[in-house]
C-alpha cells in the first residue's frame, strides 16, 4: 500500500499560506483575456483535494468557457432584468440581525464608498449590484452544484471546497467573486446549462484577471476579532 509520510508544517508553508489567505479578495472588475484551461485545470485540482465528509466529493462545477460565458452573460443579464423575485435552489436567509446585520451593512457601504456612491443613490446602487449579472464583466464563471440527496452537509463541503478554489486561483494569479446571487436565479441557470433537479446550485464564481486599476479592486474587508469568533475552553 502505498503512504505518504507526514511532514510538519514548515515556515515557509506558513507563510505562504498567510500570504495567500490576506492577499485574496472578491474581484469586482476584470479584464476580458480567457483563462488557459491549464490553469483552470490546475486550479480545480488543488481544489479538489478539500476534504468532505465520507469522502464524498459532492461538489461539481460547470466551468464556462469565454466564449460560453459571453452567451450566458447576456442571457442572464437579459433574465435578471425582466424577474423581480429570487428562486434560488438552497434558502436564502430572510433576515440579517445583529452582528451580522451591522457586517453586512458595514461591507456594502464601504464599497459603495470606494466607488463614491452616495447613500442615498438608489439608481447607482442598484446598477452595482446588477454588476453580478454582468458577472462583473470575467471571461469565465463556474456553477457550483450538490446533489439534492445528500442535504446540508453536502453545502458545508462545497463550501470548503470552494474556499480552496479561491485560494488556488488567487495562488495562480487569477482573481475570483463567489457569488451567491447568482443562486437567486438558480432554476434559469441550470435550466440554461442543463442541470438537472438532482443537484441544488449553491453559488457561481466568476473568474478571471482582475481589472487592477479600477477602484472597486481597491477595496477590501476586515474580519472579527476573534474572541468574536472563537471560545477557547
Ligand atoms: C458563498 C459566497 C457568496 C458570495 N456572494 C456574493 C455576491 O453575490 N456578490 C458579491 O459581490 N460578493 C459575494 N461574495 C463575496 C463576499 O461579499 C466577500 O467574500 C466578503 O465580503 C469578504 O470579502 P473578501 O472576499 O474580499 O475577503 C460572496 C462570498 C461567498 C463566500
Known sequence: ???????????????????????????????????????????VEIAGKTASWCNTQPWHLLVASAQTTERFRAALMEHAAQTSGIDPDLPFPEEYRGAFAERRRDAGYRLYETLGIERGDKDRRAAQ???????????????????????????????????????????????????A??????????AHFGIGDERLMVCGISFGYAQADHPVNGFRTGRAPQDQLMRIV
Open 129 to 179: 449590484s446588477f454588476e453580478n449579472f454582468r458577472l462583473f464583466g470575467a471571461p469565465h464563471v463556474a456553477i457550483v452544484t450538490m446533489p439534492a440527496e445528500l442535504g446540508p452537509y453536502a453545502a458545508v463541503d462545497c463550501g470548503a471546497f470552494i474556499g480552496a478554489f479561491l485560494l488556488a486561483a488567487h495562488a495562480h494569479g487569477v482573481s475570483t467573486s463567489p457569488q
Open 181 to 190: 446571487a447568482l443562486a437567486q436565479h438558480a432554476k434559469f441557470i441550470r
Open 1 to 43: 500500500m502505498h503512504t505518504q509520510s507526514t511532514s510538519s508544517a514548515s515556515a515557509t508553508d506558513l507563510e505562504a499560506l498567510r500570504r495567500l489567505t490576506s492577499g485574496r479578495f472578491t474581484c469586482r472588475a476584470y479584464l476580458p483575456k480567457p483563462v488557459p484551461n491549464e490553469v483552470i485545470e490546475s486550479i
